[in-house]
């Protein structure tokens, strides 16, 4: 049955006559008569008669206000619920993050969503390439993803696409290597070296075949694994050396690896939130783009602060 039938129906029991309820509902009197004639029709059965010069509810139409009034109740719980959704900051908001990302922000993100008692996050970790994006944004409401800075940005037509941080990619090399302790390191002083890699198609993995290109070296990849965690343990042993990013790489002391910048060359990976047109409309998505915006802040201002 159709929603504004009831409510002028409604109207029309509570204030007792027609033009009491076109009053009510600034309309006309024909208008509120058409449109309880179109609930009879709709329904099948007489919902008014003749009262005097008026009209009156039948036991029908008695019967159907009654429900009319849990119909339309439950109708405005809905609307207030969702007001409440269009103003604060609930509900569960999904978010798709590739693993490196997830190493470096999820942490602290996870204690900044917490200080909203009725906003939920559920994550997944995805192992990403840009191509993906557009798929894990149709099943998630936030996308975190990378690319080559370098690379042909996203599709803004149909996509919404936030900034979130610029990431140098370093040469990862052992404590005991011979460039250790050098400012920077060109890929031609590299020459020979036994490169780990990632899989073709990954961010990182782009930069390295862009950087050969503008410098005309050709590394020698030997390994290609894309968890960092066993890069770096395999750089540290020494089976060779390695591009990753500034920020995700794991430097603590005992670690036993050095990141020293790519010399001549620009080369970084772009971070960015990918969503759905119109998403951070949505208060619960606004505020967890503004924690992973806020968490970026403090990672690079710390990273700054350090070096």
């Known amino acids: 049955m159709d929603i504004g039938r009831l409510r002028t129906l409604r109207e029309f029991a509570d204030r007792g006559s027609v033009t009491a309820a076109a009053q009510a509902l600034h309309c006309s009197p024909s208008a509120v008569s058409q449109q309880i004639r179109a609930l009879q029709a709709e329904v099948g059965l007489p919902l008014t008669e003749p009262a005097g010069r008026g009209l009156r509810l039948t036991d029908a139409g008695r019967a159907l206000v009654a429900r009319a009034d849990e119909v339309l109740a439950a109708l405005d719980r809905a609307e207030s619920e969702l007001?409440?959704?269009?103003?604060?900051?609930?509900?569960v908001v999904r978010l798709a993050v590739f693993p490196s990302a997830g190493l470096l922000l999820l942490p602290g993100?996870?204690?900044r969503v917490a200080a909203f008692d009725d906003l939920r996050i559920e994550v997944r970790d995805v192992d990403m390439v840009p191509d993906d994006t557009s798929r894990l944004v149709a099943d998630f409401d936030i996308v975190v993803t990378h690319r080559d800075e370098h690379a042909e940005p996203f599709d803004t037509a149909r996509l919404d696409v936030v900034p979130l941080l610029r990431e140098p990619i370093d040469v990862v090399l052992p404590q005991g290597h011979r460039l250790a302790r050098s400012r920077s390191v060109g890929l031609a002083e590299l020459a020979g070296e036994r490169w780990i890699g990632v899989d073709v198609g990954f961010p990182v993995d782009d930069v390295l075949r862009s950087a050969a290109v503008r410098s005309g070296v050709r590394p020698e990849v030997v390994q290609r694994i894309n968890d960092f965690r066993i890069i770096e343990a395999l750089v540290a042993a020494g089976h060779g050396v390695a591009?990753?990013?500034?920020?995700?790489?794991d430097t603590r002391r005992g670690r036993k690896l050095s990141l020293r910048p790519l010399a001549g060359i620009r080369a970084a990976r772009l971070v960015e939130v990918v969503l759905r047109k119109g998403a951070r409309q949505r208060p619960a998505v606004a505020a967890?783009?503004?924690a992973l915006q806020d968490e970026v802040a403090e990672i690079t201002g710390a990273n700054h602060a350090m070096n």
């Open 288 to 290: 967890v783009l503004g």
């Open 83 to 91: 007001d409440t959704y269009r103003s604060t900051p609930r509900g």
């Open 109 to 111: 993100l996870l204690h």
């Open 243 to 249: 591009l990753l990013p500034r920020y995700a790489t």
